[in-house]
């Protein structure tokens, strides 16, 4: 069975820096690509983050470019966000998900969000 | 900045087939935006039920079916069931490794 369990959520001042993790099995995780999304309070569902099972592509919202850097462990089935210069708007549930991924260059790649991680909580205040 | 557009809100009827639909605010949407959709009730982390426009993801039941309508994909529930009140986001793949939700569907079943 696929199991994904997040953590590394926690409360942290604007301008911080916070790095989440997504503990993976039941799969063979450098097979698959891993992706972030994000949910603000009573808000809907947001792509963060993609990252490809060799690590080669990755990719990220504008709204977190240059802040937030998606990065793996194949060897220890672990995915990470590095979160820097978080803002208040990054206050959020934080879930990884799998990626069915297919293509080999990027225009050819594409991929698809398959199954969840329950998900940890970001909170960023003074 | 590309713009998905779904219904906030939509009701149906237990038993009755309800279609929610997923556009952009400038073009169509195709097949070629691989279309997904994702099932989501309050509290809970999300599941996915269709990829790639219509397949079906793992253990989904064939109630759910996705497709294509004019310019819009689409999400349709036959036979609903009251346990389907959720929220429903499509997301699309815009190329180039970006994704992006839509705002999400609100369904209620009475």
């Known amino acids: 069975e696929v199991q994904l369990v997040e953590s590394g959520g926690g409360l942290v001042q604007p301008g911080g820096s916070l790095r989440l993790s997504c503990e993976a099995s039941g799969f063979t995780f450098s097979a698959y690509a891993m992706t972030w999304v994000r949910q603000a309070p009573g808000k809907g569902l947001e792509w963060v983050s993609t990252i490809s099972g060799t690590g080669y592509f990755t990719f990220h919202a504008d709204s977190v470019k240059g802040r937030f850097t998606i990065s793996r462990d194949n060897s220890g089935n672990t995915l990470f966000l590095q979160m820097n210069s978080l803002r208040a708007e990054d206050t959020a549930v934080y879930y990884c998900?799998?990626?069915?991924?297919?293509?080999?260059?990027?225009?050819?790649?594409?991929?698809?969000?398959?199954?969840w991680g329950k998900g940890t909580t970001v909170t960023v205040s003074s | 900045q590309t713009v998905v557009t779904q219904e906030p809100s939509l009701s149906v009827s237990p038993g009755g087939t309800v279609t929610l639909t997923c556009g952009l605010r400038?073009?169509?949407?195709?097949?070629?935006?691989?279309p997904s959709w994702h099932q989501q009730t309050p509290g809970q982390a999300p599941r996915t039920l269709i990829y790639?426009?219509?397949t079906r993801s793992s253990g989904v039941p064939d109630r759910f079916s996705g497709s294509i309508l004019g310019n819009k994909a689409a999400l349709t529930i036959t036979g609903a069931q009251a346990d389907d009140e959720s929220h429903y986001y499509c997301v699309l793949y815009l190329g180039r490794g970006i994704s992006v939700f839509g705002g999400g569907t609100k369904l209620t079943v009475l």
């Open positions: 790639s426009t219509k």
């Open positions: 998900a799998t990626a069915v991924d297919y293509g080999d260059d990027l225009d050819s790649y594409y991929y698809h969000m398959d199954v």
């Open positions: 400038s073009g169509s949407v195709s097949r070629s935006y691989f």
